[in-house]
């Protein structure tokens, strides 16, 4: 099965950082293109970040020099450095896959249980 777990988030003040963690089982890693979406109270699901199996990245423009997605294929984790912390960034965080199985043309996306980041003084 496929299974996305976050870990990391929590309370940070302003103008503070945080690293958050996802770990992927359940399909084959180093083809997928991992992301962060997050969630605020009463706003559509955005994207975050991504990066594909060959390293690139992409960012939403309200993160671009203050996040930094990343991934380790040898440990099927992929990771968000959150720095400069705004409150606008509260939200919960939710670890993307998008991911096809061996020789499907079919792509699926599964995302994690999602985590809560707080920024507040």
């Known amino acids: 099965q496929v299974q996305l777990v976050e870990s990391g988030g929590g309370l940070v003040q302003p103008g503070g950082s945080l690293r958050l963690s996802c770990a992927a089982s359940?399909?084959?890693?180093?083809?997928?293109?991992m992301g962060w979406d997050r969630q605020a109270p009463g706003k559509q699901r955005e994207l975050v970040a991504n990066?594909?199996?060959?390293?690139?990245?992409n960012y939403a423009d309200s993160v671009k020099g203050r996040f930094t997605i990343s991934r380790d294929n040898a440990k099927n984790t992929v990771y968000l450095q959150m720095n400069s912390l705004k409150p606008e960034d509260t939200a919960v965080y939710y670890c993307?896959?998008?991911?096809?199985?061996?020789?499907?043309?079919?792509?699926?996306?599964?995302w994690g249980q999602g985590t809560q980041i707080t920024v507040s003084s």
């Open positions: 993307h896959a998008a991911h096809s199985p061996v020789g499907t043309r079919i792509s699926y996306h599964s």
């Open positions: 359940g399909i084959i890693f180093s083809s997928a293109t």
């Open positions: 990066i594909t199996r060959g390293g690139t990245t």
